[in-house]
């Protein structure tokens, strides 16, 4: 199994980015799937989880910037973010295969190589 995230890149501080995760070898549409980052010398922490029914968790400092969706058509998930800050800086991973919604790393199986994110100000 693999997940293959893109999307990242350099943009300005309020600008927008879409990042896309597709994964191979297998279908995630009964498991929660999410995205995480991690910036330099910090832990990987959750940015926005969502379970296989769409409801949804935001770590609050995206609320209303970042919206996560997914296309189980096409085994996709997408992270929209908008309104990017410089703080949100980071590598952006790609997880999946939880059986329920969690915002805890450890909850996912699967991971994607990460894509980076570089907001400047």
């Known amino acids: 199994v693999q997940l293959q995230a893109s999307g990242g890149g350099l943009v300005q501080a309020g600008g927008s980015l879409r990042l896309s995760c597709a994964p191979s070898?297998?279908?995630?549409?009964?498991?929660?799937m999410g995205w995480f980052r991690q910036a330099p010398g910090k832990e990987r922490e959750f940015v926005a989880v969502?379970?296989?029914?769409?409801?949804?968790y935001y770590r609050d400092s995206v609320k209303g910037r970042f919206t996560i969706s997914r296309d189980n058509a096409k085994n996709t998930l997408y992270l929209q973010m908008n309104s990017l800050k410089p703080e949100d800086t980071a590598v952006y991973y790609c997880?999946?295969?939880?059986?329920?919604?969690?915002?805890?790393?450890?909850?996912?199986?699967?991971w994607g190589q990460g894509t980076l994110v570089t907001v400047s100000s």
């Open positions: 997880a999946a295969g939880a059986n329920y919604l969690t915002t805890d790393v450890d909850g996912y199986a699967y």
């Open positions: 070898g297998r279908t995630f549409s009964s498991y929660a």
């Open positions: 969502m379970n296989w029914n769409r409801r949804i």
